[in-house]
């Protein structure tokens, strides 16, 4: 694309309003004016087609993979002109709601060894993968008289991800909570299923937990130590459908559940199990191949960073039917979802039973303040009691639901949205040391 710059503009007004006046005044003499068109239109056609042009242009752009919510990072910008450099070169970077500028994105290329370069800052306001999509650059002819401007796709992602330095310390002060004092692995007599050692027997142990034969053979009571089995398999699905990105106290249920399964994934990667990642609305949308030890955290936290959110309706049905046809083994599935009816439930509850035979099913809800706060106000006019009674019949719907999914199986557990993640971490562990996984 050429357009005309200012330069251009004020040479037009200052030559040919001139020129024109003239000729009005001395009709005689009007071709002035129109010479003085010519040769402005001229200079505008050498000025157009002289200079570096868009096949000698390389454009690059740089920025880091991932930051965390709040967190700044820069965007650097480079071009290369394989002819002469241009006077002047300006660059504006395109990009979504995900990220902000800090102050503006966009200005003039300094010079540097390899050409051009700009470094602009942004901060990260929203999880998700924030795109870089476009870069203008546009450059002056030798004259200043035209704008040379392209406009190239860079498809640059930049993954923003959850706050996880407070994730990581609340998933410390859980185990810490978890553990024995000098720090090692808690092992409860009795608990668990893997065998750890024989000990002697101890008034008060359980009578199955006598080595019968090695007792036998020792002369004495020997009791087995069992403990707490380690490489379960985790799956964390997450619902993405428009119930679940309604806001609670400014922050989206969908943000508030991916933040609880970083959580869950730090502290089950953290012993020793494997976790996956899976998030759906209408229709399966990430699935993560199961990840172990610590260095697979920062896998968890890209994909979850991955998950968008979404205004369609959740389809349970297809997506749990996908997930237990990708599970080779016993697993325990934690579901962060959300439904306001049974009749919205009704399909979920149907495929619950199914995946519940074979796996270990949690259900994580987040409880509704706001329902409950209507239900509970003291109605002061009619309105208020037709809102409360309207309130009271949604959350006995909602228990009602809750009931058959136990019925079915599962296991239902509905937490604060500010206490989430650590009552989630601390079913987690509970369902560990009763070896339900």
């Known amino acids: 694309m050429i357009y005309p710059t200012g330069r251009c503009v004020w040479a037009a007004v200052i030559g040919v309003v001139p020129a024109f006046l003239v000729a009005l005044a001395l009709p005689s003499v009007w071709y002035l004016g129109l010479l003085w068109v010519c040769i402005l239109l001229g200079f505008l056609a050498v000025d157009a087609s002289a200079g570096p042009g868009r096949a000698s242009l390389t454009a690059k752009l740089r920025s880091v993979p991932q930051v965390g919510i709040g967190g700044q990072f820069p965007v650097f910008v480079s071009a290369y002109f394989a002819g002469k450099w241009p006077s002047r070169i300006e660059a504006r970077l395109a990009h979504d709601e995900r990220i902000v500028p800090l102050g503006e994105a966009g200005g003039a290329l300094y010079p540097t060894p390899e050409g051009g370069g700009l470094e602009l800052r942004f901060r990260a306001v929203r999880r998700g993968m924030a795109g870089l999509d476009l870069l203008w650059l546009r450059w002056p002819g030798p004259f200043g008289l035209t704008w040379k401007q392209v406009v190239l796709p860079m498809d640059n992602k930049v993954a923003v991800l959850p706050n996880v330095a407070g994730v990581r310390d609340d998933a410390i002060t859980l185990l810490q909570r978890d553990a024995l004092v000098d720090g090692k692995e808690q092992r409860r007599s009795g608990q668990g299923r893997e065998f750890e050692s024989l000990k002697d027997y101890q008034p008060g142990m359980g009578r199955r937990m006598i080595d019968w034969k090695r007792s036998a053979r020792h002369g004495r009571l020997v009791a087995r130590e069992f403990r707490i089995e380690q490489n379960s398999n985790i799956v964390l699905a997450i619902d993405s459908g428009r119930l679940m990105c309604e806001p609670i106290d400014g922050v989206a249920k969908l943000d508030r559940a991916v933040t609880a399964a970083l959580l869950t994934a730090f502290v089950a990667l953290k012993g020793g199990d494997m976790v996956g990642l899976f998030s759906f609305d209408a229709r399966p949308r990430v699935i993560g191949s199961a990840v172990r030890g610590m260095a697979g955290f920062a896998m968890v936290q890209k994909r979850a960073a991955e998950i968008d959110y979404s205004n369609e309706e959740t389809n349970f049905t297809l997506a749990l039917t996908t997930l237990s046809a990708q599970l080779d083994r016993r697993s325990l599935v934690v579901i962060f979802t959300d439904f306001v009816d049974p009749i919205s439930a009704k ?26 706060t209507l239900s509970d106000t003291e109605p002061a006019k009619g309105e208020d009691v037709a809102r409360s009674v309207i309130a009271g019949d949604l959350l006995r719907e909602r228990d009602l639901v809750i009931a058959r999914l136990r019925r079915l199986g599962a296991h239902v557990l509905e937490a604060d949205h500010r206490r989430l993640g650590p009552e989630l971490v601390q079913h987690f562990l509970d369902l560990k040391r009763e070896s339900l996984l």
Do not use: N, P
Not at 356 to 368: G, Y
């Open 347 to 372: 399909l979920m509850l149907r495929t619950v039973g199914r995946i519940a035979e074979r796996h270990l099913v949690l259900f994580m809800l987040m409880k509704d303040e706001e329902l409950e």
